[in-house]
């Protein structure tokens, strides 16, 4: 009997540990949730809005910046640059800001402006104006290839605007009180950005 005591309590010993053993519960399959064309559609405008959103507050703070440098004169901020250079060159430094050039388009925007110069850079100083004749002598058009329709030459130094082929560019002048002059476009002249508020 201990004999087969001892069997039987093998034989336990052994269902016992495979009886506690519980077989994984069965996983349920994962359903991959499909999503629409037009959703994805939907969501990339969505980040394109925000994006564009992100952009336009950027460059609102940007002029913000500006205008607190430099100054608002009719929808435009205004600003400075002290540093001496050649046309092309102010005009690409302008542009890189994100403005053009200081054109103005009117009898007070030009007076405004030369006021702007006059107490920050000097009563000496001549600006680059965003305008030339390079194209067509005696055809002034400004950085969009628009025709000027408003100007300012000192007539009583210069009969007509545009007779001199080396002198393609235009400068305010300071000490003419914003009277315009012809220049050569390779000298070096102070400028002044304009950037159009949105």
């Known amino acids: 009997m201990d004999l087969r005591g001892a069997r039987v309590v093998l034989c336990l010993l052994?269902?016992?540990?495979?009886s506690f053993q519980q077989t994984p519960p069965k996983k349920?399959?994962?359903?991959?949730?499909?999503?629409?064309?037009?959703?994805?559609?939907?969501?990339?405008?969505?980040?394109?809005?925000l994006t564009?959103?992100?952009?336009?507050?950027?460059?609102q703070q940007a002029l913000?910046?500006?205008?607190?440098?430099?100054?608002?004169?009719?929808?435009?901020?205004y600003l400075a640059d002290t540093q001496v250079k050649p046309f092309h060159t102010a005009s690409e430094d302008c542009i890189s800001k994100g403005g053009t050039l200081s054109t103005?388009?009117?009898?007070?925007e030009n007076d405004q402006l030369y006021e702007y110069v006059r107490k920050n850079m000097g009563l000496g100083e001549q600006i680059w104006l965003g305008i030339?004749?390079?194209?067509t002598?005696?055809?002034?058009?400004?950085?969009?290839?628009s025709q000027v329709r408003y100007t300012n030459w000192d007539t009583k130094v210069i009969r007509k605007p545009g007779g001199d082929r080396s002198q393609n560019c235009a400068i305010l002048s300071g000490v003419s009180k914003g009277m315009w002059y012809e220049q050569n476009c390779r000298s070096n002249k102070a400028s002044v950005c304009e950037f159009n508020i949105v």
Do not use: R
Request: glycine share 6%.
């Open 14 to 18: 052994f269902l016992i540990p495979s």
């Open 28 to 49: 349920k399959p994962i359903k991959k949730d499909t999503v629409s064309t037009a959703a994805i559609e939907d969501l990339q405008k969505q980040i394109d809005d």
């Open 52 to 59: 564009q959103e992100v952009m336009l507050l950027k460059e």
């Open 64 to 77: 913000q910046t500006v205008c607190l440098k430099g100054i608002k004169i009719h929808g435009k901020c």
């Open 104 to 108: 103005p388009m009117t009898s007070d």
């Open 132 to 135: 030339n004749d390079m194209v």
């Open 137 to 145: 002598e005696g055809q002034w058009l400004d950085q969009t290839g």
